[in-house]
């Protein structure tokens, strides 16, 4: 498609930036919202009343220093039990703590 490159490379010669996809930008402010602080990454256990419990067990992909996974980019494929956080998922994930910010996102928009 020789006329989109070329609009394309028009905005970036000139100085703008093509605008990112719609779809882009959701992902990156949902991205944005997360404090980084690394609890939604321990292991969690469940007592004999099916109530949560947190652990101070890492995964082994975090840095717990920085509170950042190590592998983020690749994480689906490199830790099975990993689970990507979606708007469509966060109400049903019981174990979130509560401090999550999507979580707490989830229970104010009632979403
Ligand atoms: S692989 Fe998943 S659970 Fe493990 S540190 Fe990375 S984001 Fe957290
Ligand atoms: S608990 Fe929530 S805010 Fe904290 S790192 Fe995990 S997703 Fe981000």
Redesign the pocket.
Known sequence: MPETLNVETKKIKSGSTPDLAPEQKILDEWEQRCHRC?L??FEKGIDGKGRIIETEV??????IHTR?????KN??Q??S???KLTPEIISQLKWLPKSCAYHKKSEDTGS
């Open positions: 690394g939604c990454c890492p995964c082994r992909h975090l840095d950042l996974c190590r592998v983020y994480r689906q490199i830790e039990d990993c689970i």
